[in-house]
């Protein structure tokens, strides 16, 4: 929850912040790709992990850090991203049964 509340308040801090209450819920902290993720990377030592197509204008991305923390973010086509969520604890599962890889 820590991570959360310093998240949130850095990024309310940035003022190249806008507000994005058509295309995502008013409660999300949103902000240009490029700044949140920096954020991520400096702040909390985390990297990109994975991502996936959500619909044709969303991606879905996963965060993490060695020590554990996570970030999911959701980024539009035109840049703008929102942290859909972000905790601490992450737990690597072993490969997906079936899985060549």
Not at 27 to 43: A, F, P, Q, S, W
Request: net charge negative; aromatic share 4%.
């Amino acid at each position: 929850m820590k991570k959360i509340t310093v998240v949130l308040a850095s990024m309310l801090a940035a003022a190249s912040i806008p507000a994005l209450a058509e295309t995502f819920p008013a409660d999300l902290t949103c902000g240009e790709r490029h700044v949140v993720t920096e954020r991520l990377e400096i702040r909390f030592g985390e990297i990109q992990q994975g991502t996936g197509m959500v619909s044709t204008d969303r991606v879905l991305e996963l965060w993490r850090s060695k020590e554990g923390s996570w970030t999911i973010l959701m980024t539009r086509p035109d840049g703008q991203t929102c942290i859909m969520a972000a905790g601490d604890a992450w737990d690597d599962k072993d490969a997906i049964p079936g899985d060549p890889t």
